[in-house]
């Protein structure tokens, strides 16, 4: 007799929500747009955040006023992170049970160290970096996520991957049974479906003084995500053609561009700026390339982000930026500085061959939506019911 789905209606799912409270990039976005396309795919559904603090975030704010949303923290006080790091690894999987927790559902990389035999479980792991470039973390760093990490992935029910690349990496590195693996394609915030019209356009470029002609590299400047590929090819591109970086610019590695910035006397060719979230779909609508030439990725959501809004992509090889972008980006070897260069001139000089991978990016990251999300992530939990 085959095996029947489990219902949906009047399941509790309990979800690792501290980096939805506690981070406004990378695993906090990707939290949150878990926590929005799950509870509204699925209202009859319980979403349970456990947190080991609360904080006020006017992005999931809006989230836990709905009905079958709410927020768990622990009874400790102010400022004892040890403590809640403790309650977040050892003590928390008891009030799982008390909680009547179906699922528990790790949305960043990690599961509890007690969690096994509590409740069936499903880890996503984004990527492993920290073992694929190890020269970007600290030795005690890489150590602590290379235990958390390896263990959430062999104790859980199920592991959902970002990405085929990911998946591969936790077979080769950490030995799971591909088996195990769902690989789940997180889709898009859904500021990005809303329209975008010319007078924010306006606005925008006044606000920021934003030249007519730019190309757009969104993420923080640090050495893994390899800002200085498109720094060293602006001198080669048409001199009204300028860089914008938006993402947090600190460190060695963002020292080291700008002292490459002023060595080529770029200094009025390339902007920096920091920009609330509501403005990245108009500020991608505006630019003419987006750039995103990372040594390595889980997956590459920017290149979605400026896919979707029908910006075509210079990406680079060598990890799964591919599977992000299909036919709407142009991929060059991350330290191929002539092939940026040709690959940036040609979009920016043949609009006929601008608007067609423009128009091929669009329908590739078709694939890459909220409703394939909600219906694949419920269909690992049905996998993971069943074991």
């Known amino acids: 007799m085959a095996k029947k789905n489990i219902a949906t209606s009047g399941l509790i799912i309990g979800v ?36 080991p603090e609360a904080k006020e975030n006017d992005r999931l704010s809006p989230l836990l006023a709905r009905e079958n949303v709410s927020l768990i923290t622990p009874s400790l006080r102010p400022g004892c992170g040890l403590t809640r790091a403790w309650w977040r690894s050892i003590d928390m999987p008891v009030m799982l049970g008390k909680d009547g927790i179906a699922l528990y559902h790790g949305l960043s990389n990690e599961l509890p160290l007690t969690i096994k035999g509590v409740c069936p479980t499903v880890v996503t792991i984004h990527d492993l970096i920290y073992r694929l470039v190890p020269e970007n973390y600290n030795a005690i760093d890489r150590r602590l996520y290379d235990f958390k990490y390896r263990r959430s992935a062999r104790i859980a029910t199920r592991v959902a991957a970002i990405s085929e690349r990911t998946k591969a990496n936790l077979v080769e590195l950490y030995g ?77 590695y963002a020292n080291e561009v700008k002292n490459r910035i002023a060595s080529l006397g770029l200094a009025d060719r390339v902007m920096h700026l920091q920009v609330p979230f509501t403005e990245l779909p108009t500020l991608y609508s505006m630019a003419d390339i987006a750039s995103y030439t990372s040594r390595y990725e889980g997956f590459g959501l920017p290149i979605v982000e400026a896919l979707t809004m029908n910006t075509p992509v210079i990406a680079a090889t060598g990890s799964c930026l591919e599977e992000a972008g299909g036919e709407g980006a142009i991929y060059v070897d991350p330290d191929d500085v002539a092939a940026y260069s040709q690959a940036a001139n040609h979009l920016l000089e043949d609009l006929v061959f601008h608007d067609k991978i423009a128009r091929l990016g669009k329908r590739h990251v078709a694939r890459f939506s909220a409703d394939n999300f909600a219906k694949a992530t419920m269909a690992c939990y049905q996998k993971a019911f069943l074991l």
């Open 16 to 51: 690792d929500a501290k980096r939805a409270v506690l981070n406004n990039t990378g695993l906090g976005n990707f939290s949150r747009y878990y926590i929005n396309i799950m509870s509204m795919a699925y209202p009859t559904t319980q979403f349970r955040l456990y947190s």
């Open 176 to 252: 799971i049974d591909p088996a195990k693996i769902d690989v789940i394609y997180q889709g898009i915030d859904p500021i990005f479906s809303l329209a975008v019209d010319s007078q924010k356009r306006i606005e925008l470029r006044q606000k920021y003084k934003l030249p007519e002609r730019f190309i757009l590299a969104v993420g923080t400047v640090e050495r893994r995500k390899n800002l200085l590929l498109a720094v060293n090819a602006m001198p080669q591109l048409p001199a009204d053609v300028k860089l914008v970086v938006v993402g947090r610019m600190q460190g060695d």
